[in-house]
């Protein structure tokens, strides 16, 4: 379904140029991640934390040229191709990894960070390290991404900012997606933060207790966009098993 420029701006908060760039976007041509694609942004959390999240990295400083530049944005979607490509077991996450890696030879604007992502994306299981991840695997499986930051001019407090508002953003879009798909996930041995959580009816509140958290924390850059994570928490108790 059409998301529109402002749609992203009144209802997430999305700076108009950085809406109108992702709306007015063509789908990349032999991308996994978009494949039989016709819009790059509608309706779907997967497509819709890009503008959002973009919108964020300029609210903490990076200028739009910067964000914007094509050889960056090509860089983003070669993650997001193969990132697709690992989850549909195209290729091993060893694979995924030194696809990426390769791509940014020689573009690493901070390597002290780059090399603490690496080692926190070569574990077995992304587990809490250093200053990367949750608490919870299942709501780290999107921190990949994470690459696009080693592409920018990011200075230490912006990093720092940057990561903040990441693992406020992203892990609630999984919550609401995991809430919704738990029966199928469950059946299928797909991660989950409700299983990661315990199960149960204490399993539910808790990750209802994250997504409030992090809305408090997205408040901080973000009203609108926190305002939506918290109506969206109304919706997701529907989604509670009555007999739990």
Known sequence: MFMSVGQLETQMGVNKTIGRFFVDRKPPENNNYWKKRLLY?????????????????????????????EAHIFF????????????????????EQKLIRDLLKDRVHNKPFYESLTKYQDQVVRMSQDVFGTNYPALNRADTFLYVLCDLPLNVLQLRQALRYWYALLPSYLILDDIRDYADDKSNGEENVVIDLGEGRGAYEDAFAILRKNSEVMGEINPLMAELLLNQLEDLKLYVPANI
Not at 48 to 69: A, M, Q, S, T
């Open 41 to 69: 942004v509608s309706f779907g959390n997967g497509y819709l934390f890009i503008p959002v999240y973009y919108d964020i990295l300029h609210r903490i400083g990076i200028p739009l040229e910067v964000l914007l530049n």
């Open 76 to 95: 983003m979607e070669q993650i997001m191709h193969f990132s697709h490509l690992q989850e549909t077991n195209d290729i091993s996450k060893e694979e």
